[in-house]
C-alpha cells in the first residue's frame, strides 16, 4: 500500500531560511508564509525553489511504514 503527498521547497527572502509546505497549501492555494526565524511574510509561489512527491509505504492498517520521494512532479 502506498500514499502520496505533494510539497513545495520556499527559500525566505529575508534571511534565506527554507520551508517545505504541502505543495496544495503553498502553490496552489498560492499562501503566504510567515518565516519563523525572522518573521517576514512572504509568498510561497514567489519564493518556491522545488518540489517533490513523497511516497509512504504502508503496512495494512495505513501505519507508515518507509518514506521516499519522486523528484519529477507534473
Ligand atoms: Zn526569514
Redesign the pocket.
Known amino acids: 500500500m502506498e500514499a502520496f503527498l505533494e510539497v513545495s521547497v520556499s527559500r525566505?527572502p529575508?534571511?534565506?531560511?527554507y520551508y517545505a509546505e504541502a505543495a496544495w497549501y503553498a502553490l496552489v492555494l498560492e499562501s503566504d508564509l510567515e518565516?519563523g526565524?525572522?518573521?517576514?511574510v512572504f509568498s510561497a509561489t514567489e519564493h518556491f525553489t522545488d518540489r517533490a512527491l513523497l511516497r509512504f509505504k504502508l503496512d495494512k492498517k495505513g501505519g507508515i511504514e518507509e518514506v521516499d520521494f519522486v523528484k519529477d512532479v507534473s
Open positions: 525566505c529575508s534571511c534565506g531560511n518565516c526565524k525572522c518573521g517576514e
